[in-house]
């Protein structure tokens, strides 16, 4: 008996040192690096980094910026995400699917392209108001090139993601508690003050903390709207040292780096401690509320609905397509001077634009085809293992997306600025530096898919295969993999599309021959080439949009919610 | 086939003791039911069988051989069981040859000869042709058989069922019992097979294990169980016996003893060797219980409600000496007893609980 169940736990031990080796070099590794750095820097303790950043007037200058604008989108994103949440939830609003979709994809939309549309819009060169004729004279300042333009912004980014889980909430709830209220006489108003909204108060914030760390985190928005107005968040600030500065003063901004780490870990405390107040727990599951019937009220709330998607989506969209077929910059848009030249320079002319393409395109494929292979694993051992010590795994690979991808930037350049030990391997300068980073960052996108569908999938089926004799591997092989494929692929798909756009820890890592699509596009921003930037955004947001619309096609072999613009 | 034997077996999760100290001997081709309330163990006890869980403490053999122990377990893979799970559990992205043929694949056993023995486990379940289905597009009793039949193909040493019939409609439960027992006959494997149904325990095991809180109450053939249960659980679990609070008068004399129950002296059968006691129980069916003229000896009090139920009614019945403890049972219809009307019970027979930890 003996040697037969060594060689089944042996399988076992395989792989789950296989999970602990990939959670090591993905996660645990850069956190460490970078605290050394900070505290043990050159293998002596010393708190001169830390002395000089705290000692630096533009530290706190950013500081404050960064919570300042981290605040206001946080409350502008909660309040946006989650009136629209209760609409869409709570009444008998017509075309749910569609708004959802267009709702939500501005999450899916890289920040740096939302920024851009919108500068495109309000500008002085903008072709929207030159087509309305009321467009300010050449050499007006752009009114989103301000603290209330990023908070704007941020709002309209991460909106959605509070949708997105104010909703799953509100899903939960059960029915009864609606109607209980109902049956006692309280009408639509004081229901959702009295029971709705208590109850929906751990989604609303946990929804307020992930977009309070995403705005805080952002470089996109504040790098085009910020950096021209010299408004200094602490990721842009970090940019511009290293920047400047390059490999010296990563100590500096590792720092930096960290300080944006507590500030968003100050904002998942303040969640946790909030939510523990009062006990919030549901006890029972049932079907979720019928809807309310909005009568009368029906049409003008469709209306104010698909308006804010204009307003929040297809305005900045059309600006934006517009800009790329103008043919210089505040040169008026007409049928005769409308040339599709920016595309043809962006695709097969500017040879770092031709470079980003490609590299965009392998590494979130790469990243992609990944995080799909390891996360099937992972997922099997947190959702499927009963040791204790996967809710550790599980924080591990959370932790480098939930914290803003500076830090991971900045931490991947700490540990590969030297070559690999006894490999001599250099990945600083390379494409592969990013190529890790993107692994390290995205996990948790395929991760989190593969787990739900794991939960989705009835552990029986893989215990039948057990007494039918078949060994961990096999079992994986022939019947776990194909069972939660389709919801790893999915995530995939999230890892992809995020990562093919992707700015904040490209522009950190990048260099030349090793560029992406963001990079190449923020460097024509920087450099007065709207037009360039906006093809290529162009060309970005058409891959997405058509990606979105193609999972769709496959989503009745996914685990529910597992995407996000799907209802 | 071979026989499972448990000895001393727990299972504790932190402080909480799922399986305690469990021993069971299952005979060779014997079919044992392990029967229970929610939440008694019975699941886990099949699930340390099976070597999903492993045990705390104690032992499990399989014929002979130990597969559990707390020192070391054999993984569920190399056991040679067989189970058929409560939602049947076939893999959705095979066909229904497949998932039969599955175990097959795993041994390598030669393309020709599994689909020969394919066909033949597909035969014994009358699937005859339907090898090519999805298992979605089955009905719940042909997704059963499928169960079945996948682990049949392996000729496991014993077959483990994990409450197999909770999901069918009452109909089709009928109809896959009579099957299941059909398949026993046929077959003579060693089979455990979990419920919370005591009619499915009774009409198809050789013996019942009655789980409670973890522990065994009793193992017993369906027959003793119901009329000689072992303690105040089995006694009121099994066809709600009704257990009361009795004093033994007399030794035991020819299989009987005499007690006094609510005041009235009445002849139980008891286990050989018992004595004159004070608190005793004893277990009482309806079908002992009848109505007495007055005058004669009998239990006075009132009937408090009485429930048509086709053919009997329960009786809720409110004795006057001891008011509080109400007797439910059922009578044929129509009996004597009329709602709010006063009434004389006496108790023709019953079984004495023998003294605890006896079993």
Known sequence: MTGIARQSRGQERALTAGVVFAIVVLSILPMLRLVRELVLPGGTFSTAAIDAGLASSATWVATGHTIVVGLGGTLLAVVLGTVVALVVTLTDMRGRSPFILFY???LMIAPQVTALA???????ASPVLKLLGIAPPLGTRN???????????LGVQYGPLVFLLVRAGLRKLPRELIEAARAGGARPFTVLRT???PLMTPSIMAAAALAFVSCVGNFGIPAFLGIPANYLVLPTLIYQRLAGGGPAVLGETAFLSVLIGIIAMAGIVTQEMMSRRRDYRISSTSL???PYELGRWRLPVQALLWLAVVLLLFLPLFGLLLTSLVPGYGIPLTAATATLDNYRFVLFEHEAAGRAFFNSFWLSIAAAVFAVVVAIPI??????????????VNLCVEL???????????????LFLKPIPFTGIQLYNTVWIILYAYLARFLVLALRPTVSGYHQIDRALEEAAQVAGAGLFRRMRTIVFPLVAPAAMAGGLLIFMTALSELTVSALLWSSGSETIGVVMFSFEQGGDSSYAAAMSAITVAATFVLMLGANLFSSYLPNGVLPWRD | MAGLSLAGVTKSFGDYDAVKDVSIDVKDGEFLAVLGPSGCGKTTLLRLVAGFEKPTGGEIRIGGETVSSAAASLAPERRRVGIVFQNYALWPHMTVAENVGYPLKVAKVDRAAAKKRVEDALALVNLTGLGDRRPANLSGGQRQRVALARCLVAAPSLVLFDEPLANLDVHLRAAMEDEFAAFHKRTGTTIVYITHDQAEAMALADRIAVMDKGRLAQLAT????????????VASFIAAGIVLPATVLSAEADGRCRVEVLGQEALVRCRPGEKPRGKANICVRGSEIEAVEAGRPGIDGTVRRAVYKGGSARLEFMPSTAPDRVLHFDQPDPGPFAEGVAARLAIRSGWLIPVASAS
């Open chain 1, 104 to 106: 939500v994809m501005p």
């Open chain 1, 143 to 153: 009114p989103l090139y301000s603290t209330e333009g990023i908070i704007l912004l």
């Open chain 1, 195 to 197: 029971v709705v909204l």
């Open chain 1, 400 to 414: 480098p997306y939930a914290l803003p991808g500076v830090v991971l930037a900045i931490a991947s350049l700490l």
């Open chain 1, 288 to 290: 979720p509320a019928e």
């Open chain 1, 379 to 392: 997922g099997y051992l947190i959702a499927w293992g009963g040791q204790r010590w996967v809710r550790l």
């Open chain 1, 118 to 124: 919108w500068l495109q819009l309000f500008g002085p």
């Open chain 2, 222 to 233: 369906p027959r003793d169980l119901y009329r000689e249960p072992a303690n105040e659980m």
